[in-house]
């Protein structure tokens, strides 16, 4: 399923299908930060462009009664299969709002393909968004589903409706390279994972069992920077996986005591509530560790410290205080910073989260290629001219299509790099930290 980019931090899967979507092109100039994925709804397969979430379990869109600015909304009387409940009323917080809406079920598409419905699908009907939330247009929750949920998961949907085969899902949200206008944002792959991103073998890490929380969260036993320097202080520290949040957020004393040990000049930002240095080192920056349960994730200094813009000589240190921390026990959230540099792949199985190093080839940017193109044209340009001239001879070319190929029998949607049917997603330059 491509991803394209939104703004702002959230806190509140037989028989297989393979195939590969496509989607528009076209840029969404007031997205930053988030990824967004289209499903597509009711019986006229109605289109919404949705925010991924890893941090909640419901599927809520826009209602078409909705006094909220939003682009996009959903007429349930318009829908053969629509079946509203409006008794059945919902209020859900998010850090950047709520929103307050009454459940319906209606059939679900995955983008690009009417075989991959889920026929009777419980989702919200929004009425009342809060103004941080309208660019939205709905928020897919791909967590777990707690102990106060009746109704299934989107992932529990598409195994019951026989569509994948375990309740997995992998998510590839592209390196550094890739986040530029018209570069590839991602995908998501439901069922399995996409062997394309693949570095090494994944390594997993136990899920904490919480019944209460939709959230991915792992156990933190320690985090390094360089060869000699830890942090200190953390004994088995609980850590959301959050694809809704663009930052690091940790206690405060973490970060104090990364400022402390980094070897770098940071200045406190209160009206930003982060740190600041200089973007210019005579020495390179050794990776953040994270140490999950047995597992070693190394974050680039690329993700950790991010310029203050695109020509920015000032640069922040990606970590964010938990506000009101008072212990090391207040649940720590990562978001892209390690989604950035990890093809994850997320188990509701065997309650693990897997992290694979991205392929560095598969990150490369759309102008990064076609700057690839143009030189390799001019070096055969050349080359025909000086060969043509001196000896007559003719030169014919030729071209290769290579199908992107998916891991099992897991429903594959979007992404490639080789593939002209392969669906395209397109990133916005994130200015701030988001968090939804």
Sequence with gaps: MPLTKATNDLQTPSTAVNFIATTSTSSLGNFKGLYKTGIQVGSESTQFSVVIDTASSYLWIPDS???ASVSQKFDCSKSNTCKPNTADSNTFYYSAGSITGYSATDKINLQGSQESSISQFKFFLAKDISANLTSYNGILGLGLRNSNQTNPTFLEALKSNNLIKEAVFSLYLGGSSAFQDGGFAGDVTFGGYNPTYINNPFQFAPLIDNPNTPYWTLSLAGIG??????LTGINNLPVRIDSGSTSIFLPKVLIQNFVEVSGLTFKYDSDRGQYSCSCT???PIPDLVLYFNGVKVNI?????????SANSYVCYLNMKGLPGDASLSQPAIIGSAIFKDYYTFFSA???????SQIKKSSSLSVGTVVAVILLGAL???????????EKGVTVEGGGNYSELKNHGKGVAIGGGNSSSNAARAYYLRNEDNQSM
């Design 379 to 389: 070096i055969i340009a050349v080359a025909v001219y000086y060969c043509t001239k």
């Design 65 to 67: 009664s909705t006094t």
């Design 349 to 355: 199985e065997n309650k693990t989260v897997g992290f």
């Design 281 to 283: 080192t005579s020495k």
């Design 300 to 308: 680039s200094s690329s993700v950790f410290i991010t310029p203050a």
């Design 225 to 230: 920077y360089g060869l000699t320097k830890n």
